[in-house]
């Protein structure tokens, strides 16, 4: 059964920082891309982050550029999101999700999702 849990999340002043884990089981992980979605309450599940299986390609939504960063580690089965500068606009619930293809930034393209983590950055 392939698991994928996120933690990491929580309520954090604009300008901080937090960083997000996702934590798989089930499936071999090196084979699968991983990618970062959010969803703000009221809008569409949108494309963060991917990062292929080596982490030598990574791709971002201009949102988060310079922002953000994916990384990975292949031996934990673990793939991170360091947001740092957080803004307002970036509270959503966060969402990994496994991908065989990179990079793909349409949600329905991914094969498997966790069950999010809520983020909230204060004003």
């Known amino acids: 059964q392939v698991q994928l849990v996120e933690s990491g999340g929580g309520l954090v002043q604009a300008g901080g920082s937090l960083r997000l884990s996702c934590a798989t089981s089930?499936?071999?992980?090196?084979?699968?891309?991983m990618g970062w979605f959010r969803q703000a309450p009221g809008k569409e599940r949108e494309f963060v982050a991917s990062i292929n299986w080596s982490g030598s390609r990574i791709y971002y939504a201009d949102s988060v550029k310079g922002r953000f960063t994916i990384s990975r580690d292949n031996a934990k089965k673990t793939v991170y999101l360091q947001m740092n500068s957080l803004k307002p606009e970036d509270t959503a619930v966060y969402y990994c999700a496994a991908d065989t293809l990179f990079p793909r930034t349409t949600s329905s393209s991914y094969n498997y999702w966790g069950q999010g983590t809520q983020v909230t950055v204060s004003s």
């Open positions: 089930g499936l071999t992980f090196t084979r699968y891309v």
